[in-house]
């Protein structure tokens, strides 16, 4: 219900599947979780057997006047990828019916960057580390730009029997690279419930972790960004502001490895004011370059 966003007042109606059902405590459970009374009208044995025989009849083509009603399946676990961190990103949300296709784009780390890995992975939890891993595969041939300036379209597709594909492209050069994988392959329905109470009861553990993770990820990458600069203009700082940034720097650095949030978060955040005006005065360098022995009417 929950994952639905419906209330017990929008079902109309329960049907009792399974031998267990039949004892009467179970019955007047549902009875008091619903408002209602259960539908006991069909033999519990036989009514998941009832509804097969009903959606064969269906794909045989034997549709009576009058029936209108459609069979979904859906997924029973969200499907994504491993992101920067080791976090998950999710593509395609669990209770999802299928056939159904999902794309989001994502972009480089590093500068130069000419590869990316893609993992994929099923299950509700925020670390790749707790989630279910499927595939991996490399995507190759990304022409190199600065970090963040590559478009990698990442597309998720599962048809109607289940079959997984996923698919990245890069966008400015039109390069790919697919995977095709069974999500359902060797999970069994209690593992599947396993996994989904284990999201349920370790969800405040997994955003906390996700929290850190991600700070120490924008950490790393202030850090590279950092020494870049450094090496490519450090003459534009003053030995002492040098010093202050070295300090921020090697601070940051170390602080990657913190498992505290607050402590990730203020390496950051020294290294980043510490840096504002080097950043201004880079730019300054850079746009003095880009118009040196141009003509104003050549820039108009």
């Known amino acids: ?5 419906l209330k017990p007042a929008d079902v109309r109606g329960v049907v009792m599947v399974g031998g267990a059902t039949r004892m009467p405590v179970v019955r007047a459970a549902v009875a008091k979780v619903f408002g209602t009374e259960p539908l006991t009208d069909l033999d519990p044995d036989q009514v998941v057997a009832l509804g097969a025989a009903l959606q064969a009849n269906l794909l045989a083509g034997n549709r009576a006047p009058g029936e209108d009603w459609l069979l979904l399946d859906v997924i029973p676990l969200s499907l994504g990828l491993e992101t920067m961190g080791g976090l998950v990103e999710r593509i395609i949300p669990r209770n999802s019916t299928i056939p159904v296709a999902r794309a989001q784009e994502f ?68 390069v790919e690279a697919m995977v095709s994988v069974k999500p359902s392959y ?34 790393r990458q202030l850090v590279e960004s950092v020494q ?29 490895q913190a498992q505290d949030v607050d402590t990730v978060t203020q390496a950051v955040q020294a290294l980043s004011a510490a840096t504002d005006d080097f ?6 360098r850079s746009i003095r370059a880009a118009l040196a022995g141009r003509k104003l009417d050549e820039i108009a």
Not at 279 to 284: F, L, Q
């Open 1 to 5: 219900l929950r994952d639905a966003a």
């Open 107 to 174: 972009t480089t780390f590093k500068d130069g960057q000419t590869a990316m890995s893609i993992h994929v992975v099923q299950g509700e939890r925020d670390l790749v580390a707790d989630s279910r891993s499927l595939a991996r595969f490399e995507l190759r041939g990304i022409p190199p730009m600065v970090a963040g300036a590559a478009r990698i379209r990442v597309t998720f597709q599962v048809d109607a029997d289940g079959l997984l594909s996923v698919t990245a492209r890069e966008q400015s050069q039109g």
């Open 186 to 219: 060797g999970l069994s329905d209690d593992e599947i419930a396993q996994m989904l109470a284990d999201s349920v009861a370790q969800a405040d553990t997994d955003a906390k972790a996700r929290m850190l993770r991600e700070q120490q990820v924008d950490a």
């Open 228 to 256: 870049a600069a450094l090496a490519a203009d450090g003459d534009l700082l003053e030995p002492e502001e040098r010093k202050r940034v070295d300090e921020c720097l090697q601070a940051a650095i170390a602080a990657q």
């Open 279 to 284: 950043a201004a005065r880079r730019m300054d």
